[in-house]
């Protein structure tokens, strides 16, 4: 592997766009699309979570990776939110869902993701709740939510609007 020398300090810019790219390319070896898709359509009418966990098993992936290629290649058409404590540091869109805006950088209160983070509640949650809970442009909307804990301090939320 050959780089260049402004490569190897390049800015945090460049490293996130680099480490992308290499989620993007690993993802794509482990989980082809070609397999993945009839993987995950034959399993798709269940809650989103369930999905993952059994394609990851089938895959030999971690359930964030899945997660994160269920959005990619649309199987789960919706948004992944990962929120801690301190904010946001990630969310993902599906590319059929209509961008209406980011998930807020803080989880709201009445979200199930909150009783994860702020509460240390474990296990699943699967809550329909007011979809401005987590898009300010959705207020008249239902936002259906399956929130989990994601070790250390995370919690992972599947959210689609209905």
């Known amino acids: 592997m050959l780089c ?6 390049g800015s945090i810019t460049e490293a996130r766009g680099f480490e992308l790219d290499a989620d993007q390319y690993a993802a794509s070896l482990l989980m082809p699309r070609f397999l993945f898709v009839p993987a995950a359509d034959l399993i798709k009418n269940k809650p989103p979570w369930s999905i993952a966990e059994a394609l990851a098993a089938q895959f030999q992936t971690s359930l964030l990776a899945t997660a994160l290629r269920m959005i990619a290649l649309d199987v789960w058409p919706g ?3 990962c929120h801690t404590r301190h904010g946001r540091p990630f969310c993902f869109k599906a590319p059929s869902v209509d961008d209406i805006g980011r998930p807020p950088l803080a989880v709201d209160y009445r979200s199930a993701a909150f ?3 702020h509460a240390n509640a474990s296990g699943l949650h699967a809550r329909k709740v007011a979809g401005d809970v987590w898009f300010a442009a959705a207020k008249h909307r239902i936002a259906m939510e399956y929130a989990r804990a994601y070790p250390p301090e995370r919690v992972l939320t599947f959210v689609r609007l209905l």
Request: glycine content about 0%.
């Open 4 to 9: 260049r020398a402004e490569e190897i300090e």
């Open 79 to 81: 948004w992944l939110v």
């Open 115 to 117: 009783d994860v983070v």
